[in-house]
């Protein structure tokens, strides 16, 4: 995968949104998240399960056991999840305050970093000041306690101005 590594994503930020196009975008974040494995890492999904995550990325290397994972997949498509200590299920990925509880649940454990797949699903949800106060809630959270945060954002002409929105509330844009 040609794909930028976390030091060259990061720089001296806390907080990126990466910009990705979609047909990159799997391989993207799986090379992401096989590389913030590596440290305690909280991943909030929109996109997958944490059943399929699990499965490819312990197919990948990565370093499972240093991952919790908010989910917001599941409960959409089974009444019970499959429960685990490194798991929080949210309803669906347009329960910003509960997602946002879950976060906050989780940041008290200190981790190094936080993913959140993807931005772009938000915007299917919600758009303009509901999720701006939800995403400088979730950076408010890691700012407080150290984590660095990256925020994945699919490129689609139709979420340019979303993106140019986010872009303003990190310190840095990465395009991979």
């Known amino acids: 995968m040609s794909c930028m590594k976390l030091a060259q994503i990061f720089g001296?930020?806390?907080?990126?949104?990466?910009v990705v196009g979609s047909e990159r975008h799997e391989a993207a974040v799986e090379g992401i998240a096989c590389e913030m494995s590596e440290k305690r890492t909280c991943y909030v999904t929109l996109s997958k399960t944490r059943k399929a995550l699990l499965d490819e990325l312990s197919e990948k290397g990565a370093k499972v056991g240093n991952i919790t994972f908010i989910d917001a997949i599941s409960k959409t498509?089974?009444?019970?999840?499959?429960?685990g200590a490194d798991a929080l299920y949210a309803a669906s990925?347009?329960?910003l305050t509960e997602i946002s509880?879950?976060?906050s649940k989780c940041m008290g454990k200190?981790?190094?970093?936080?993913?959140?797949?993807?931005v772009s699903r938000v915007f299917i949800y919600q758009k303009g000041a509901p999720v701006a106060r939800f995403l400088s809630n979730i950076i408010s959270q890691a700012r407080q306690r150290g984590t660095r945060a990256a925020f994945v954002c699919i490129d689609l002409p139709e979420h340019a101005e979303f993106i140019k929105e986010c872009a303003m509330l990190v310190e840095k844009t990465a395009k991979v």
């Open 77 to 83: 498509i089974m009444k019970s999840p499959e429960q």
């Open 93 to 95: 990925p347009g329960a």
């Open 110 to 118: 200190e981790f190094d970093y936080l993913l959140f797949d993807s």
């Open 12 to 18: 001296d930020a806390q907080f990126v949104l990466v």
């Open 101 to 103: 509880m879950m976060v």
